[in-house]
């Protein structure tokens, strides 16, 4: 068991690997146009934003409707750090999440003691309060938004900031304190009355997916050098949930396969976006009436998930 | 010193007086039963000792330790752990993860180790895993250990959640109605189940129960509720012959 | 001084389309438990129903204002239908993201049929300028409108939640679902009839937001929308006094903020009123607390 678990991860890293160099030479050789760089660059920011808003929503099932501002912390911090005061990439990027997760504990300790339906009108509050307080800051750019930004995030800061994303949050779900979390979605009173610190969790919870959302903040704002506070509306939150909902709430896997598509489609209809909002709401009232857990649910697809599905008994499907 | 000690206990609920100056004391290793007609309080006591209410009034030492006003959680921790009425599973979670969840409180790790999963991590997790594994295999439930709490059947859940109870260590564990919607020979087993838990973890138990076959049989002590007040207690022979607890049953007319 | 009295006048016709949006999310909330994401949306479509009305068919204001209503009703009454219903015994979560789908189902297709552009809401009454005080004080006929026609409805909303077995159906099912249904209520039927009053209201809300701003477009109800939930947990979700309370509050609020300090904080201060309200008295002004039955 464990040897074919090495043997996995030993894949999965080969696979990554491949991946990685792959796309490093199509960027260097210019392979890629620019139209289709930035569409990664989408992606990348977009499995960031799913996964981490899936901790909240589909594994914590804390409604929360406040990413965008998260992100706008994590964009603003990060941009302001780098462009007027000259600190390198890395440290801004992780200043501008660490703002975002303490934004996710000062607005998460007095709003998660709320019910489902209250938090998410805190927390879409919340985002409003950021993006009109943004529009006051003249230092900032005020409404116009902020310019001159350097682009920093590079191929290899997107592939390594989506890769750790998953990665943690996936670590985090498979320990107990996942468990814990998702003892709060299910029945929050019985997982308190498990020993559980449930506002803690909340919290914990709140305060990752806020620092990830940061991280994706910074990567929007060194890649596009432009930010501006309606870039950060409820309307970008709704976007984040969509890709949860589509992906399926409680499903890593799930959120990274809709961050993916979603992104594609939206880069395919880009001339019909109203067109593409309402099929994409439509999909949403569907999902919910018919499949409410999301497409794939709470399952993963895992390679032994994959060979199950294929009918094959090959060497690493036997337990 | 009693193990459990509570004192003048009262709640109110907006003028309606759910439960009345309850005193209980329970020595270690006590089977006591909770009884009476719907409505008369019981769930109250649970919901009380569980720190789901603020009593109005009174109250509770385990150990001699105040437990008034802690969260439901540190209760949890202090050594109270119960079942629900109405089963609270947490039903998209498997058998086995029901179970660990209720571990966490005293096998946690740092979050650290789990997103680096440094040797801790697994140390710890096996740990957990093998406690479930325990109970798991004396509530007969470890070849299902996969399945989806909400895909049990009744029975089967009732049992889990004593399971998942016990995975919390408590010293007093409180039992909600767990024979409720048991045929009979179920419930025979869950009486012999629960005598035999209460000899293994050196558990001190506090039961509601309907199924008076249920209570006359293993409790060695009742409690008799109605309207939010005790009016009577002693042992199961006692307590069948009290007119009082007959009247409060069948009505005062009966009496 | 006259300033002052001024802004609390301004505030006043802001807050009485605020209180008229409150309205339908408290009397949703007050049955189903829903926060109606779309009721802004629903607001939209009176709004150009209204518009179409005014422009196409020539109709007058008052005219143009029940057409709105019944427009807007049959797209709550339909919404409830089809999106809500299913989902009544379903999660909270399912229920809230199916009401967002909805909110961004109506505004996209709404940019979609009535386009992008910003339209010149008609003048359909002359807009009057009373001055008062040597002209320290003004009163438009437009906030005269507004005010009238809003207490007019409240009093419409007050006869009826009181007086008619309708309302008091609705609150039979609003205080205990199932206990009314066993008291032979239809409790579809009434769920129904609450989502068509709501959006009658919200309705009549987007018509005057469109004489008090002069222009629709179809993104106009996100904001107001937002606003009068704000509006309706000021005053205690559920209640309707709290709905007109909030509702009130929240419009004066809003033009003192502009008035005396910047109208570029005017709405990051109302959500900052909303947490603050959420965090030290959630139930609302008005509301009294609950608490989760185990």
Redesign the interface.
């Known amino acids: 068991m464990d040897k074919q678990r090495l043997w996995l991860n030993v894949g999965v890293a080969a696979t990554l690997a491949v991946v990685y160099f792959a796309v490093d030479w199509l960027i260097k050789t210019g392979i890629i146009t620019p139209f289709q760089q930035l569409n990664l660059y989408l992606i990348g920011i977009n499995i960031i934003l799913a996964v981490s808003l899936n901790l909240i929503v589909g594994f914590t099932g804390q409604l929360a409707l406040g990413h965008a501002g998260f992100m706008a912390v994590g964009a603003y911090i990060s941009a302001v750090l780098t462009t007027k005061i000259g600190i390198p990439f890395l440290p801004a990027t992780l200043a501008g999440a660490l703002a975002a997760a303490l934004m996710g504990i000062i607005i998460g300790l007095p709003t998660l003691r709320l019910r489902g339906d209250y938090l998410a009108i805190a927390t879409l509050g919340f985002g409003e309060i950021v993006r009109g307080i943004l529009i006051n800051i003249e230092y900032v750019g005020g409404a116009a938004g902020l310019i001159g930004i350097k682009q920093y995030c590079t191929w290899p800061w997107l592939f390594f900031w989506t890769l750790i994303t998953v990665l943690f949050i996936k670590n985090f779900i498979n320990s107990t304190h996942g468990r814990a979390c998702i003892a709060i979605r299910e029945d929050e009173i019985a997982a308190e009355a498990m020993g559980i610190n449930t506002t803690k969790y909340k919290v914990l919870a709140f305060s990752i997916g806020a620092f990830f959302a940061g991280i994706a903040g910074a990567i929007y704002a060194h890649y596009f050098f432009l930010i501006q506070p309606n870039t950060f509306s409820i309307l970008k939150s709704f976007d984040a949930l969509l890709l949860v909902v589509f992906g399926g709430l409680g499903s890593l896997t799930g959120s990274i396969i809709a961050a993916v598509f979603v992104t594609l489609i939206t880069a395919l209809l880009q001339d019909l976006a109203q067109l593409r909002m309402v099929i994409y709401a439509v999909l949403l009232i569907i999902i919910m009436i018919f499949r409410p857990q999301g497409l794939l649910g709470t399952k993963e697809v895992t390679f032994e998930v994959l060979c199950k599905k294929m009918g094959g008994t090959t060497w690493h499907c036997s337990k | 010193m009693a193990l459990l000690e509570v004192k003048q206990l009262s709640k109110t609920f907006g003028g309606l007086e759910a439960l009345k100056n309850f005193e209980l004391s329970l020595e270690k290793k006590e089977l006591v039963g909770l009884i009476g007609p719907n409505g008369a309080g019981k769930?109250t006591v649970f919901?009380l000792l569980?720190g789901?209410y603020k009593p109005t009034s009174g109250t509770f030492y385990l150990e001699g330790k105040c437990l008034l006003g802690l969260?439901?959680?540190q209760i949890?921790?202090c050594g109270i752990?119960?079942t629900?009425q109405n089963i609270?599973?947490?039903?998209?979670?498997s058998v086995f993860?029901n179970v660990?969840?209720?571990?966490?409180?005293?096998?946690?790790?740092p979050?650290a180790n789990?997103?680096?999963?440094l040797p801790s991590?697994f140390k710890?997790?096996r740990r957990?895993s093998q406690r479930a594994y325990e109970l798991l295999e004396i509530f007969n439930l470890l070849d299902k250990k996969d399945e989806l709490a909400k895909n049990l059947p009744y029975g089967e859940q009732r049992r889990l959640e004593i399971a998942?109870?016990l995975?919390?260590k408590p010293k007093v564990l409180l039992l909600d109605e767990p024979a409720a919607g048991m045929n009979p020979l179920e419930t025979k087993e869950l009486m012999n189940l629960i005598s035999w838990i209460r000899e293994e973890f050196n558990l001190t138990i506090l039961l509601i129960e309907h199924d008076m076959s249920l209570v006359m049989g293993i409790c060695e002590r009742i409690i008799v509720l109605d309207h939010g007040e005790i009016i009577a207690q002693g042992t199961p022979e006692e307590i069948k012959r009290n007119p009082r607890v007959i009247g409060a049953y069948l009505g005062e007319e009966a009496v | 001084m006259t300033e002052f009295i001024q802004q609390i006048l301004n505030g006043l016709s802001l807050g009485s389309i605020y209180a008229l949006i409150a309205l339908g999310y408290t009397m949703v909330y007050g049955v189903i438990q829903l926060i109606n994401f779309a009721h802004g949306e629903i607001l939209m479509v009176g709004a150009f129903a209204a518009f179409f009305a005014i422009t196409v068919w020539g109709a007058n204001i008052f005219a143009a204002i029940i057409i709105a209503m019944i427009a807007s009703s049959l797209l709550g009454v339909v919404i409830e239908r089809v999106a809500y219903r299913p989902l009544r015994n379903s999660g909270r979560l399912a229920v809230l993201i199916t009401a967002i789908g909805v909110s961004l189902l109506l505004q996209n297709g709404g940019l979609m049929v009535f386009g992008t552009d910003f339209r010149a809401f008609p003048r359909v009454i002359e807009n009057t300028h009373y001055k008062f005080f040597n002209g320290s004080i003004t009163i438009t006929s437009y906030q005269i409108l507004i005010f009238t026609v809003t207490v007019v409805m409240m009093l419409i909303l007050q006869y009826i939640v009181q007086k008619t077995k309708v309302g008091k159906a609705m609150r039979a099912v609003s205080w205990d679902k199932d206990a009314a249904k066993l008291m032979g209520i239809n409790v579809d039927n009434i769920i129904s009839v609450t989502f068509a009053i709501g959006s009658a209201f919200a309705a009549v809300a987007g018509v005057l937001l469109g004489l008090y701003y002069n222009t629709i477009y179809p993104l106009m109800g996100l904001m107001p929308g937002l606003k009068a939930f704000v509006a309706a947990v000021l005053g205690g979700i559920g209640l309707i006094p709290g709905a007109f309370a909030g509702g009130f509050l929240l419009g004066i609020t809003e033009t003192m903020v502009s008035g005396y300090w910047s109208t570029k904080w005017r709405d990051p201060f109302v959500f900052i009123i909303l947490i603050l309200i959420l965090i030290i008295k959630p139930s609302g002004l008005l509301g009294r607390e609950e608490k989760e039955k185990v």
């Open positions: 769930t919901n569980t789901v969260k439901p959680h949890t921790s752990a119960r629900f609270r599973l947490f039903g998209d979670l993860d660990r969840v209720a571990n966490h409180w005293y096998s946690s790790y979050v789990a997103v680096l999963r991590y710890y997790e957990m998942r109870a995975a919390a």
